[in-house]
């Protein structure tokens, strides 16, 4: 406890020393990996000045916040100056409390999955079950991680707001995970009135919220109907219908809400922003990629040298892209969501780190940590000096920049890959065995 | 390839191999690229250069300047003038003359409030004119530039060029073909005032707390699209040195420096480059020697990171630069050029940087050049260079092979528990090749643990992170530590040089302790990960470091790889002090102070042997000197990377070696 509590109060001082820090501070917050033309403070701050001297803030391709940002960014600059540090601090402690929080529930969800299915796990794989103490020591280091991760004290720093998205998608995380369907719903049209792409979320998070409606383990605490059946008649896909209906309801209770919040915000925008000008300003941009500032994601480069009339074709294509990698994931194993910066239009490092649940015990399956561990730190370190050299030396040119960028979207590929491939794996030992034989002769098990 | 996570294979072949041969193969890898990279130097290896950019035209025209009587009567008057003043520039008649020969002429001041002592500052003038285009719109410019050196100074003068360049003004100022503005700079103190001109025909933002107050000029010509810095000391010269290295060893463009070349050889002036002229027979075996030592002086030029003159200062604003210097040692009965040919060869290049239609961008910006005409490009020397640091990725993925199957062993050692607690750790984990597409694996993760060795993952990490920590603060510390010492050494009247390096050397010896009050107070952390960790860490910043300063990381990787190869804690006492000799060998203070006496003993060799070693110890004093302060005034970045990258690494390699071997285990 104590041990939080320092790390906590670590992260919080190691922050408030860099923002106040000044050269560091401009450093940091104009570097492109942390700030975009999406969650840049200094635009919000041009935004809420271009609003208070009556100019049309949407109009003028500076400005790409949502507009309850613009209304609340303009009422802590007004008003409260100072404490704007102190806010993004907090608010990314929370996301870090929130986050332990999830990985809890998590920890608690594998240990009745792994419960309620023992019976089936194959008698040699015992050294695969998870315990309730290594899980907790994961709890805690999901929080340091998420605290101590560079991106996002840089992040931080920086005051993007990406520091608020994560706020967001963390307690999605976390409703998602304790089987709240309206608040799910609610979180997720928020985030997704911030970012569009969290939209995606929606049906891992739904099957996930179904499964935990589903799964006889909670409804001592759900407000179900009792179960009498044993839980493997449950499991075996004979739910009883009122059990079904129950969670069918709730799945549509989540819907509704999603769709009601996501209405009700874009309302008060539209009453904030005077128009509907700011769907274009904000989606808009995020959809077709106009700005092409060189940036740590791939959209940049290739759309400079891109002929007009494939633009539209080649922007359907990256953006399906897009979908297919935040989606895949997640909907392969709903409660791992990651949410991976890689194909979005203007990705930077921060929500690279941001939902990575107890992944621990797929660890011993992992086979490119340190591939992958390298190659993120080697285009972290070489990406900032590949900018200097192009930019502002300009001994270098853009192609190395991209290449840095390419290797780094490419050790994000490889790590999801890797994670997804651990989580089969595990799971086909644990209900085969990991003594593998085919007529008596030593196997390889083969993924294809 | 199952590596690590199958106990039934006790890893792949290539794991095996890995960690059977590491060292052989490190060694190996390191000779290879050694070689390879030496052997660059031949003209096999290497390549012609060429004009990339076809927009120079160079020496298309004939040269018109016939300015030498008039440049040798500028000599005279400057001389005469130069008499009155013994230690400040003449500035009002460089003044008079500019603006007689219909220059627009301005004078900058610029201040220098020393770093290393409080209330200690310098002033100085720059003079520069500028020559209008006349095709122009002033939107672009060519700097011609030429430092002024006082009789006291201690540099060979340089009247020769000041007067060389305000012939040319006159001559130029009555062409009508230039489209770009053309500045004349003179400018005092060396580098010091092209440096704050610079800062200040930028606009840069003033330091805080400022150590070169830069001024403000009063009359811009647009951005600068090359410069070139003269250097003559005589009217009659040799040959003509053209030098390109610049601040923390950034580079020109190489059209620039080939331009320069082509010009003096269509002039039948004597070029060279780090002084040295081209080979008669490059190809023998005594050419390549020739090559390979006018190759590794110009590296050692470079890795200082001090620019080999005034042009070194332009690259950091992306503006291609170099010193044309006119050099009077040479060949007796050689052929002499004059100030009629210097000024052609300015000339010409003058119209040629007049032709271009943008920067310089098209040639490289990374290149080696072991002959005048000769060079070796970025993707020539890296994969030599490539080769001599993969040695270090080597020793880590093996290093990490190696502790995974420690871990396991201790895995299989320990008696079977009943608490099905395996989890995490961060070192059961495996490497495999990119390629790799299919997953292959024979079975699955040891079957039995228990709390200690589980937990070690997590723990090992921890401790790292922390012994890494106090390493990287150190350097920190390092990094602030000449300010304080000079200050400190400033109340007992001490010499700042002095204060300096005792201070430094205080820090170092305190530092050598560190790694015992760290084993004290740290462990769970085996020397295999800190070993693992330090030599990912040297490796990035050497490759890093090889796209800003090639010779620094050239020069780091080739003296560090073999020392990283050999340092493992040993039980043998002898061997332990020898390796902890080699490691204090290249601590960083050491090896300035080597470079700074190597540099010392080739300058004079002929010094009787107590006086040659009390001048080492004084230059070694003074480099150290030189790179704090350049570090604070020029933005050098040698010192600082010395302080934040290379001694933390040297602290934590000197921890390795300190700590406990690793008690073996059998296999079961």
């Known amino acids: 406890m104590r041990g939080m509590v320092l790390l906590y109060a670590v992260a919080a001082l190691l922050r408030l020393w860099l923002m106040n820090s000044a050269t560091l501070a401009t450093a940091i917050s104009s570097r492109v990996e942390v700030s975009t033309p999406l969650n840049s403070w200094l635009r919000v701050k041009e935004g809420v000045y271009l609003q208070s001297q009556g100019v049309a803030v949407y109009s003028g391709g500076v400005f790409h916040e949502s507009p309850i940002t613009l209304f609340l960014g303009g009422i802590f600059i007004r008003s409260w100056g100072w404490w704007v540090q102190v806010v993004f601090i907090t608010c990314d402690l929370l996301t870090a409390f929130l986050l332990s929080r999830a990985a809890m529930a998590y920890a608690n969800k594998l240990l009745g999955e792994q419960h309620t299915e023992a019976p089936r796990y194959a008698p040699d794989s015992r050294p695969l079950l998870l315990s309730a103490a290594s899980l907790a020591g994961a709890t805690k280091d999901v929080a340091a991680a998420y605290l101590l991760c560079p991106y996002t004290v840089l992040s931080c720093t920086a005051l993007t707001t990406t520091t608020l998205h994560n706020l967001v998608l963390a307690s999605l995380l976390l409703a998602m995970l304790k089987g709240r369907a309206v608040l799910f719903g609610a979180l997720v049209a928020l985030a997704t009135y911030q970012a569009v792409y969290p939209v995606v979320l929606l049906v891992p998070g739904l099957i996930a919220l179904y499964q935990y409606h589903a799964d006889p383990y909670h409804h001592n605490c759900a407000s179900a109907p009792p179960l009498p059946d044993s839980s493997k008649e449950v499991r075996s896909g004979a739910l009883r219908p009122a059990l079904q209906d129950h969670c069918v309801r709730i799945l549509c209770r989540s819907l509704v809400s999603f769709v009601v919040t996501a209405a009700l915000l874009l309302l008060v925008s539209a009453e904030i922003a005077g128009g509907w000008d700011f769907l274009e300003a904000t989606y808009g941009f995020i959809l077709s990629a106009p700005d092409l500032t060189p940036n740590i994601g791939l959209f940049w480069y290739f759309f400079t040298e891109m002929f007009e009339h494939f633009r539209l074709f080649f922007l359907a294509v990256f953006q399906l892209n897009a979908v297919i990698f935040q989606s895949i994931y997640p909907c392969h194993a709903p409660t791992h969501v990651t949410h991976p910066p890689m194909s979005r239009t203007y990705p930077c490092h921060a929500p690279f780190h941001v939902t990575h649940p107890p992944m621990s015990r797929t660890y011993p399956f992992l086979r490119q940590s340190f591939l992958v561990g390298c190659m993120l730190v080697a285009s972290s370190v070489l990406g900032p000096i590949m900018y200097n050299q192009w930019i502002f030396s300009g001994a270098a040119n853009a192609n190395f920049y991209f290449a840095v960028t390419l290797a780094f979207n490419t050790a994000q590929i490889f790590l999801v890959t890797d994670l997804l491939f651990g989580h089969v794996k595990r799971q086909h030992l644990l209900y085969n065995g990991s003594s593998m034989t085919i007529e008596g002769k030593p196997a390889r098990l083969t993924l294809e | ?534 030599q990912l860490e040297l490796a990035v910043i050497v490759f890093a470091g090889s796209l800003l300063n090639f010779s620094l990381a050239l020069i780091v990787t080739a003296v560090y790889a073999p020392v990283v190869i050999a340092v493992a804690p040993t039980s043998s006492r002898l061997v332990r002090w020898l390796k902890c000799l080699l490691l204090l060998a290249i601590h960083p203070l050491t090896l300035t102070a080597t470079f700074a006496s190597v540099d010392a003993v080739l300058n004079f060799p002929n010094e009787p042997p107590l006086a040659l070693l009390m001048r080492c110890v004084t230059v070694s004093k003074r480099a150290l000197m030189y790179s704090v302060v350049d570090s604070y005034v020029y933005g050098n970045w040698v010192y600082p990377a010395a302080c934040w990258c290379l001694l933390p690494v040297w602290l934590l390699l000197w921890h390795v070696q300190l700590s406990a071997p690793l008690p073996p285990i059998t296999k079961p």
Not at chain 2, 135 to 140: A, D, K, P, V
Not at chain 2, 285 to 313: D, E, F, K, M, R
């Open chain 2, 1 to 534: 390839m199952g590596l690590l996570t199958d106990p039934g294979m006790e890893g792949g072949w290539l794991s095996n191999v890995l960690l059977a041969h590491e060292k052989i193969l490190s060694v190996l890898l390191y000779c290879v690229g050694a070689i390879w990279f030496l052997a660059l130097a031949h003209n096999s290896m290497n390549h012609e250069t060429y004009f990339s950019e076809n927009a120079l035209l160079p020496g298309l025209v004939h040269g018109e300047f016939m300015g030498e009587a008039k440049a040798n009567r500028f000599l005279q008057e400057l001389n005469k003038e130069t008499e009155k003043y013994p230690s400040t520039m003449p500035h009002a008649w460089l003044q008079a003359k500019m603006t007689q020969l219909g220059l627009d002429t301005y004078t900058h001041n610029f201040t220098l409030h020393y770093p290393m002592a409080a209330n200690k500052s310098f002033t100085g003038n720059n003079v520069y004119g500028i020559l209008r285009a006349v095709r122009g719109s002033s939107s672009e410019s060519i700097v011609l530039s030429a430092p002024y050196r006082a009789p006291r100074s201690p540099h060979l003068g340089n009247a020769p060029a000041i007067a060389l360049m305000l012939a040319l003004a006159h001559f130029f100022s009555e062409q009508l073909y230039w489209a770009k503005d053309i500045i004349f700079l003179v400018t005092e103190h060396e580098q010091l005032g092209m440096e704050a001109w610079l800062q200040s025909y930028h606009g840069s933002l003033p330091q805080s707390p400022p150590v070169l107050d830069f001024g403000k000029l009063i009359a811009r010509a647009g951005p600068i699209q090359a410069a070139v810095n003269l250097e003559i000391p005589e009217s009659f010269v040799s040959h003509v040195d053209i030098r390109y290295e610049g601040l923390n060893g950034q580079l020109p463009n190489l059209d620039l420096v080939n331009l320069l070349h082509r010009l003096c050889h269509r002039e039948s002036v004597e070029h060279t480059v780090r002084n040295r002229a081209d080979h008669r027979k490059p190809d023998t075996a005594s050419g390549w020697l020739h090559q390979l030592h006018t190759l590794l002086s110009s590296i050692a030029t470079q890795a200082t990171g001090v620019p080999s003159g005034n042009h070194g200062l332009f690259h950091r604003y992306g503006i291609s630069a170099v010193t044309v210097s006119g050099e009077r040692v040479g060949r007796a009965g050689g052929r002499r050029a004059t100030l009629l040919h210097l000024g052609r060869v300015l000339e010409g290049t003058c119209r040629s940087l007049n032709n271009l239609l943008e920067r310089f961008h098209q040639s490289f910006f990374f290149y080696l050049l072991p002959a005048t005409s000769r060079y070796i490009s970025i993707g020539v020397y890296m994969p030599a260079f490539g080769a001599m640091g993969s040695c270090l990725l080597l020793g880590a993925l093996s290093l990490w092979c190696s502790s995974c199957l420690r871990l396991q062993l201790l895995q299989a050692e320990q008696p079977a528990s009943d608490q099905p607690d395996e989890k995490e750790s961060s070192e059961t984990q495996s490497d495999e090749k990119l390629t790799e597409t299919r997953e292959q694996t024979n079975a699955a993760i040891p079957d039995t643990s228990s709390t200690p060795v589980t937990d070690s993952g997590t723990q090992s990490l921890v401790s790292l992170a922390c012994v890494a920590l106090v390493c990287h603060s150190a350097g920190a510390v390092a990094s602030w530590w000449p300010t304080v010492a000079s200050r400190t050494g400033a109340v007992v009247a001490l010499h700042a040089d002095d204060s300096v390096a005792l201070g430094s050397l205080a820090l170092a010896l305190v530092l050598l302790r560190l790694p015992s009050a760290l084993t004290r107070s740290i462990t769970g952390c085996s020397w295999q990960v800190v070993k693992c960790a330090v």
